[in-house]
């Protein structure tokens, strides 16, 4: 009978062990499935995301299209009718009707990838499965949502080492440039909140970190020339300035983190300061006197200081208003007015936006304002921009996920080269180095 018990007891603890065992080895199935089933159920969203942008890109390439069928329409001189042609053909005055009327289908309606008067998406692809019998659609693929906004309240660009200028040439919208007063030119993008580390003006100069010593995002110093004329001129007035009154200013903005630095009294031998400068309280502002006189030979063209906060919620970390001067000889003529963005120094690749204003409490647009959910038409000194630049929205599904894309498109030619140096420097076989420099000399320097 003893015998028989210690073999129960043999048995029962074996029963334990393998219970245990089982045990463990249920949870470690169970935690490797779910891992699994996690990662196949990642990888298809990853698919389904990367297609649902696909079908949005695929959006933004037919407006592409739509937006030159416009162009040419504009350009053939059709004008926009108040309402759509009848018939089933598309006419110019129907393509024109539909960019200053945007909806969601005005890009198929364009292009043709639906009725003149029908509404829906436009499918993209359709991935399709034959298993013996059975068909099955495996990825269904369309833009749902593509409109072009041809009006802005704003230009943005982006410079990057390859391309680190940018000509911006204005246009705007039943505004007359010579109603301007100043521009506001934003940039370096805030995309992962980052905390900003800017060089510091000191006195004599600006200390520019060193960049092993930077540990968080430090914006560009930025160059901004105007270029503008009056409607009759002469070239020789690109090289006249007086208070206030100039054809042509360069402007090199230099980010601090020091406010008492860029708002200290101005004075000839050193930078320029502008913040909260007359009156104009929280902004990093710049009169025209002193725009102008980046053009006057007897002063030194030195850099303005730009106060940015170190801890920006905006969406962009520097931001300064530029009041602009008179051009030489009467008003700014529509025709001649632009800017030139640069990077001096070639990088970091920044984003950057330009906004025109006319005088503080003065209407130069209307301009849809959402609060509390409900939207309203208030005026604005805000000018709106047309012919520089067109916005483009998108959206696309790849199944039931939706993918959103925005982008800007140029609307004129802007690949022309802008002369970024007066002297060039080559190199060849048999010279060597070598430095070329066009000169001109006239009997007025007395030669």
Same mark, same amino acid.
């Given at each position: ?47 389904? @995301? ?43 005055? =129907? ?15 364009? !292009? ?60 705007? =919208? ?44 430090? +914006? ?5 020339? &105007?270029?503008?004329? @009056? ?15 100039? =054809? ?24 320029? +300061? ?34 940015? +906060? ?13 009041? &602009? ?88 030619? =802007?690949?022309?080269?802008?002369? @970024? ?5 080559? @190199? ?18 007395? !030669?």
């Amino acid at each position: 009978m003893k015998k028989a018990l210690n073999k129960f007891r043999k048995g029962v603890a074996s029963f334990y062990i393998v219970a245990f065992s089982t045990l463990i080895l249920l949870v470690v199935s169970v935690g490797f499935a779910a891992v699994i089933i996690s990662e196949v159920t990642r990888t298809s969203n990853d698919d389904l @995301s990367q297609s649902a942008y696909d079908s949005a890109m695929a959006g933004v390439e037919d407006a592409k299209l739509a937006f030159a069928n416009y162009r040419k329409c504009i350009e053939s001189g059709a004008t926009v009718t108040s309402s759509l042609s009848s018939g089933n053909n598309v006419t110019c005055s =129907d393509i024109i009707y539909w960019v200053e009327h945007p909806d969601c289908d005005q890009v198929a309606h364009i !292009l043709g990838r639906i009725g003149k008067f029908d509404s829906g998406e436009v499918l993209v692809s359709d991935t399709v499965t034959v298993s013996g019998n059975k068909v099955s659609s495996d990825l269904d693929q369309a833009y749902t949502c593509v409109q072009i906004d041809a009006e802005l309240s704003d230009y943005k660009a982006t410079l990057t080492s390859s391309r680190p200028d940018k000509v911006v040439k204005v246009k705007l =919208d039943g505004v007359a440039a010579s109603q301007l007063q100043y521009v506001r030119i934003k940039w370096f993008s805030n995309r992962e909140g980052s905390v900003y580390n800017y060089s510091n003006f000191t006195g004599e100069r600006v200390a520019f970190q060193p960049i092993s010593a930077v540990r968080a995002s430090t +914006p560009p110093t930025l160059q901004v020339q &105007l270029i503008q004329t @009056s409607n009759s001129f002469h070239l020789s007035q690109f090289d006249e300035a007086s208070e206030g009154v100039t =054809d042509r200013a360069t402007l090199y903005l230099v980010p601090t983190s020091n406010s008492g630095k860029a708002s200290a009294s101005y004075s000839t031998d050193k930078y320029f +300061p502008q913040y909260e400068a007359n009156g104009k309280t929280g902004r990093n502002w710049i009169s025209k006197g002193k725009v102008a006189h980046t053009n006057q030979r007897d002063k030194k063209n030195f850099p303005y200081v730009v106060y940015c +906060p170190n801890n920006s919620t905006s969406d962009y970390a520097c931001s300064v208003d530029i009041e &602009l001067p008179t051009a030489v000889g009467g008003g700014r003529s529509n025709e001649t007015f632009s800017f030139v963005v640069s990077l001096p120094y070639g990088e970091p690749d920044t984003d950057f936006s330009i906004e025109y204003y006319c005088a503080d409490g003065a209407t130069c647009s209307k301009q849809q304002v959402v609060s509390g959910g409900t939207t309203t038409t208030q005026n604005s000194s805000k000018a709106m921009i047309k012919g520089t630049q067109v916005g483009v929205d998108s959206t696309g599904r790849a199944n039931d996920l939706f993918r959103r894309v925005e982008v800007r498109l140029e609307s004129v030619d =802007d690949s022309f080269n802008q002369p @970024s140096y007066a002297v060039q420097l080559l @190199s060849n076989s048999t010279s060597g180095s070598t430095i070329e420099k066009s000169l001109t000399v006239t009997k007025e320097w007395g !030669l």
